[in-house]
């Protein structure tokens, strides 16, 4: 029987599957908390070290070093860690890819491009990275993040969705909000500010549509109050229903479960896709009836996506299913 991937993208694009929860780690102690936490979660959030925020003035290159030692240790079971590099008006970006790609370019799962300004300088990073990766000899592509936060960026959303190697596109609230001097109230940072104000919510719709309409993955904001899941929860799942966003920030380990649990895909619908997919395995991925309701290319490719989704939440699927499509 025809694997599903090769039955219904016939073009080759899709979007990447990858964990709805982003979460960031800005020193050793707390790179090594989270990799002890995804051993415990299991591989439902990926974990950004950060060159950025982390590393202490003047300690840049063995902030980076840390990074490559603990993208490579056997802590890092799952494979699931990239890292955020610093921004191209900073001296040391360069350094950070220098030391990065070499050191851990085979399991870094991406890297993040920060305060984009324009498309012609996120180009001339990610070109960097790729002349980087070719030094080393890396032949895999590394996955490259970025971050949408500054008036600039986003002027050249569209631009900047098509970037080589890119996999994620970014919304960086708080220098957003910074950006306009007072424009925007700084309340608009949380809930419902973040969502009901106009020109924010204009933003965010202009990046799921530049990512989603390129197969790149758009991701949300941080919740800033870390002491309430719940809120965390709530930003998650608006963030996803109402706006398309796939993935989240997360800055505290509670935050991330609720993230997940706010972007994983409803029991009932998952169990509705894994039937529906087997009896269009069954059919050769013809036009089959299920529920009374008529089902075809379309509907399968929107039911394949979300069983593999699920994979990255926890959800228990069905063992024909994954004996079927995962083995």
């Not at 970014?170 to 973040?194: H, K, N």
């Not at 002491?227 to 929860?233: G, V």
């Not at 709530?234 to 649990?261: C, H, K, L």
Request: glycine fraction near 6%.
């Amino acid at each position: 029987m025809t694997h599903p991937t090769d039955a219904l993208f016939e073009s080759g694009k899709s979007l990447p599957i990858i964990p709805s929860c982003e979460h960031f780690a800005g020193s050793e102690k707390l790179i090594s908390k989270a990799l002890q936490l995804q051993e415990k979660l299991g591989p439902i959030f990926d974990i950004t070290c950060d060159c950025e925020d982390g590393a202490e003035t003047g300690k840049e290159v063995e902030h980076a070093q840390m990074i490559v030692r603990m993208v490579n240790s056997e802590q890092n079971k799952y494979k699931m860690a990239g890292a955020r590099i610093h921004d191209y008006s900073h001296p040391d970006w360069k350094q950070d890819i220098d030391i990065l790609v070499p050191g851990a370019g085979e399991k870094l799962s991406y890297l993040t491009i920060p305060k984009t300004e324009n498309y012609e300088n996120a180009l001339e990073m990610v070109q960097y990275i790729q002349a980087a990766a070719k030094k080393a000899n890396i032949e895999r592509e590394i996955p490259i993040h970025v971050l949408i936060e500054t008036h600039g960026a986003l002027n050249e959303v569209k631009k900047l969705a098509t970037l080589p190697w890119l996999q994620v596109l970014d919304f960086g609230l708080m220098d957003f909000v910074s950006g306009y001097q007072g424009a925007i109230p700084a309340s608009c940072m949380r809930s419902p500010g973040q969502f009901d104000h106009k020109l924010l919510a204009r933003a965010k719709a202009e990046i799921t549509q530049a990512a989603l309409s390129n197969y790149v993955i758009p991701a949300h904001n941080v919740t800033l109050d870390l002491k309430n899941p719940y809120q965390t929860y709530d930003d998650a799942y608006r963030a996803r229903n109402e706006f398309g966003f796939m993935r989240m920030w997360s800055i505290y380990p509670t935050q991330i479960q609720s993230i997940v649990d706010a972007m994983k895909p409803d029991f009932s619908e998952l169990e509705d896709a894994q039937n529906i997919l087997l009896l269009a395995q069954e059919t050769n991925w013809g036009p089959i009836q299920y529920a009374g309701e008529l089902h075809d290319r379309a509907t399968y490719r929107y039911y394949w996506e979300l069983v593999q989704r699920a994979q990255y939440s926890g959800a228990k699927l069905q063992d024909k299913t994954v004996e079927k499509f995962f083995s």
